[in-house]
């Protein structure tokens, strides 16, 4: 039988593509409650992204790969082993090398997802002090969703912007911010945490990619064990934080920062007195 060249590159090309696809949607896994449903990846702790179930809106979170986390501000890329049961994703972080691991956790309630490092094992010399995933988007927009917007702001120097995103600019560099809305004209999302600094409690940051332009927010370094006279004190907090998606909560026909800020204030802390 006379081989066809083309048709059996063309067949490889198939098999190659069915196969990476098959791959792809393996790695990834799926939690959800009665309203909304959140993909992420198996091989990193990483939101790809939520769906509003009544209504099949998408919100996105962090679609490129990552690899690596940050410890006391050193970036390594650990050994991940991801499990699902129910509404949680478990994720567990082995960092030989610093003799360190880390269990982190994905839970879906309602309309929030709560993000969690439920525990760190140290069992060398080694101490965390504090803890990041860089670029770690955890929402973000595209200007080619309807309506796609950001609302934020940065305490106490009043530094804020509002807007449409497709007629915001580009940012060099990550944004320092303490309240971040980003909206769709069917969903909005907000992120509230237990980082310390009012000046850096999450980072915002519109790039140009390929066929659209994109706004993202994640959570810069929480502290986990400070340090006091140049020594590690007791351990202070383990990482947390939410992640709350909402539609037109305040039934006024639109979704807009408002809706954002009213899923920030039922999740966040409520301030002394």
């Not at 994640?218 to 947390?240: C, D, H, S």
Request: glycine share 6%; proline share 4%.
């Amino acid at each position: 039988m006379k081989f066809d060249r083309k048709m059996g590159l063309f067949n490889l090309f198939v098999v190659v593509f069915l196969v990476g696809n098959v791959a792809s949607a393996a790695d990834h896994r799926v939690i959800e409650s009665e309203v909304l449903s959140v993909e992420l990846a198996a091989d990193f702790p990483r939101v790809i992204s939520y769906q509003w179930k009544a209504s099949q809106a998408i919100f996105y979170g962090q679609e490129e790969l990552l690899t690596e986390v940050s410890i006391n501000g050193t970036n390594y890329v650990p050994l991940v082993e991801c499990s699902v049961e129910g509404r949680t994703a478990t994720y567990t972080l082995t960092l030989p090398e610093l003799n360190v691991a880390m269990t982190l956790r994905f839970r879906v309630e309602g309309n929030v997802l709560a993000f969690d490092v439920t525990e760190i094992k140290e069992t060398g010399d080694f101490r965390v002090l504090d803890f990041a995933i860089p670029n770690h988007a955890l929402i973000s927009v595209r200007d080619t969703q309807a309506g796609a917007a950001l609302a934020s702001n940065l305490v106490p120097k009043g530094d804020q912007e509002m807007g449409l995103l497709a007629s915001k600019g580009i940012d060099e560099i990550p944004l320092n911010r303490t309240y971040v809305i980003l909206n769709t004209e069917k969903l909005s999302a907000t992120i509230y945490n237990n980082v310390l600094l009012d000046t850096t409690r999450l980072y915002s940051q519109t790039v140009q990619a390929e066929g659209f332009k994109k706004c993202s927010v994640w959570n810069p370094a929480w502290t986990y064990r400070p340090v006091w006279e140049g020594k590690p004190v007791e351990i202070f907090q383990l990482p947390m934080c939410k992640v709350v998606i909402n539609p037109d909560v305040n039934e006024d026909g639109k979704v807009d920062w408002q809706d954002g800020a009213l899923g920030y204030r039922q999740v966040m802390d409520k301030p002394y007195g």
